[in-house]
T-cell receptor, first 111, second 112 residues
């Protein structure tokens, strides 16, 4: 079992809708989680990070963490076509705090 | 931008040749990482560094070596490139504890 699992999609939502992206992980000791967005042919860029159980909001983005159930999710409100990208979930592990990534979920927001 | 420059941005080479990729940072960050990204696998860690001359292996280190003689430069070397090493390579840096990683623009490497 991979350490970080994401539904590869593609996930399509209409413009203005809420996009929900989910990620599960296997290491109960994981403490820190990151969401990156990656446009086609570009490098990953950080959207949000979350360390504590519950919700963390930043503009149109909300990250949710449930350590008991071992999942982390990202909600995008009022989705825009410019949000169309691959979203990568990652957790921090190891002494050098390296990232372990999921395979990513491809999101398409339809105008 | 996070002050990370990867070079070259694109390279095509032949099987069996040595290849060196460079990651240069202007942020004076302690931690540097090399990842490769392949379809269906996401990003996988190759090697990382936690200081000058301090490096360690990641998940997919076979066939790769690294060096870090200066804080600002982290080199990834393929001693004898194979077609399975065709990939997009990303360098990342991190300032310190609790800080996120930031990525360079990547190097697209094709080995024929």
């Amino acid at each position: 079992q991979k350490e970080v699992e994401q539904n590869s999609g593609p996930l399509s939502v209409p413009e203005g809708a809420i996009a929900s992206l989910n990620c599960t992980y296997s290491d109960r000791g994981s403490q820190s989680f990151f969401w990156y967005r990656q446009y086609s042919g570009k490098s990953p860029e950080l959207i949000m990070f979350i360390y504590s159980n519950g919700d963390k909001e930043d503009g149109r983005f909300t990250a949710q963490l449930n350590k008991a159930s071992q999942y982390v999710s990202l909600l995008i409100r009022d989705s825009q076509p410019s949000d169309s990208a691959t979203y990568l979930c990652a957790l921090v592990s190891g002494s050098a705090r390296q990232l372990t990534f999921g395979s990513g979920t491809q999101l398409t927001v339809l105008p | 931008d996070a002050g990370i420059t990867q070079s070259p941005r694109h390279k095509v080479t032949e099987t069996g040749t040595p290849v060196t990729l460079r990651c240069h940072q202007t942020e004076n960050h302690r931690y540097m990482y090399w990842y490769r990204q392949d379809p269906g696998h996401g990003l996988r860690l190759i090697h990382y560094s936690y200081g000058v001359k301090d490096t360690d292996k990641g998940e997919v280190s076979d066939g790769y070596s690294v060096s870090r003689s200066k804080t600002e430069d982290f080199l990834l070397t393929l001693e004898s490139a194979t077609s399975s090493q065709t990939s997009v390579y990303f360098c990342a840096i991190r300032a310190g504890e609790g800080q996120p990683q930031h990525f360079g623009d990547g190097t697209r490497l094709s080995i024929l």
